[in-house]
Nanobody, 124 residues
Framework: QVHLVESGGGSVQAGGSLRLSCSSS????????MAWFRQAPGKEREFVAA????????IYADSMKGRFTISRNDTKNTLFLQMNSLKPGDTAVYYC?????????????????WGQGTQVTVSS
């Protein structure tokens, strides 16, 4: 069983920043692709960003490019999401997820473990 625990969420004003963290109990963490998704009330879960477990390559949803940065610390089994220039539309519960392989993508079906989520609220 793998446990993923997100932290760092909170309430900020538009234009502000937050840094999310995801701590993993997975002993295979360093070789796994990892990702962040988010879900706003009444909406489906949405891909945010992912990072490869092979070469650290990253992919982002178009609306997050240039504002969000995904990174990882394999020595501490931790995934990060730096979020800048936040907008009210970024309000959602943010989830980290473990990829089924070292490569990854934007499809929820390619992730097998999920955290409980952390709430991010951006006010105008």
């Amino acid at each position: 069983q793998v446990h993923l625990v997100e932290s760092g969420g909170g309430s900020v004003q538009a234009g502000g920043s937050l840094r999310l963290s995801c701590s993993s109990s997975d002993r295979t963490f360093s070789g796994r692709g990892m990702a962040w998704f988010r879900q706003a009330p009444g909406k489906e879960r949405e891909f945010v960003a992912a990072v490869s477990g092979v070469d650290g390559g990253t992919i982002y949803a178009d609306s997050m490019k240039g504002r969000f940065t995904i990174s990882r610390n394999d020595t501490k089994n931790t995934l990060f999401l730096q979020m800048n220039s936040l907008k009210p539309g970024d309000t959602a519960v943010y989830y980290c997820a473990r990829g089924i392989s070292s490569y990854t993508g934007d499809l929820p079906g390619t992730y097998d473990y999920w955290g409980q989520g952390t709430q991010v609220t951006v006010s105008s």
